[in-house]
């Protein structure tokens, strides 16, 4: 039996981890990503539950644990930066989560694959035209090339799901929101408390890192038109338009964001699939199933991931019944969290002035444990590939 050839586009957060485990299964593997390099910026992401299982196996626990953030809690400020409540996230973590800044998972998923793996930067999946053996695919930098299977593991703005499925507009719904984090540098901040400020429909906060602060902004709005989720300098004149009247840190915030190339801005939108596959072709993490930002898109694509290569290997030369396998095996865990959207957005974005007032009061008044479990879901989750 001839080796088997995979080709994965996205090298975010599941296409290292699926790399990782096909190459262990024996089937010679290809990561396609369109940046130029892994992307640092990002909100921090939680590692728990099955993802821990999988990254136990990877022998990258260690590496987790020293990249972990260490944040101890939110603390809700006003335009003075005085405390108006406070949630203790400590005590709501789960047994062996980690909470670590998406681009260091990233980097060490990479780290923990390269050697198993080709993988292509500055590139991308031109077309795909798949028959009853393969896939023949082309690229808009390399020459063409045929594979057995395709993943699409390329995130929110996925290029194998529109070449495969579709058009984003019948399949991505935007969820009211913006969100924007960019790193502020500086020394090391971990275990420190996130500060957030809010006003209506809007939140501002900084986030400790071991490498530094991470600016974070979230914001209500409807769907831009003509929005670009690959033009920075629109992103800027966003954020500075929307917060133009926010307080506390956040005219020098726009200040440090107008200087960086290193912004990540994206709506907050849910995908929403009737199969996550097609012929040789399948996707994988946000691509298939994206709650951006409230729905542990880390964990899931992980845990996708390893599901997906062990159906795989089971099923070498019949990957749609392997494909339905995952699918049916990974449906279980994704579809819980699209429920959680409107909750979660709640407690981070309260709508109006009044909501905001309830929140802060619920921090206080409702148990602790309860308020926080609520808020440590809702910033579990960053939009990943």
Known sequence: ????????????VGGPTLAYWLARNGFRVTVVERAERLRSSGNPVDVRGPAVHVAGRMGILPRLREAATGTTGVTFVDAAGRCLGRMDMRAVQQAGEVELPRGDLASILYEASRDHAEFLFDDSIATLDQDARGVEVTFDRAGPRRFDVVIGADGLHSVTRRLVFGQESGLVRHMGLYVATTPLGGGAG??????????PGKAVAVSPTPGGDLAFFLYRSPAKPGFDYRDIEQHKRMLAGAYADVAW??????ERV????????DSVSQVRLPHWWSGRVALLGDAASCVSLFGDGSTMAMAGAFTLAGELADSPDDPAAAFRRYE?????LVDPKQRNIGQASALMVPATGRGILARNLATRLWPAVAVAARLKRAFSGSPVA
């Not at 039996?1 to 975010?12: D, K, N």
């Open 258 to 265: 107008r200087a960086v190339d290193d912004l990540y801005f």
């Open 190 to 199: 971990a275990g420190r408390d996130i500060l957030m400020h809010n006003t």
């Open 328 to 332: 049916a095996a990974h449906r279980r």
């Open 1 to 12: 039996m001839s080796e088997r050839t995979v080709l994965i586009s996205g090298a975010g």
């Open 249 to 254: 840190r956040a005219p020098e915030l726009l």
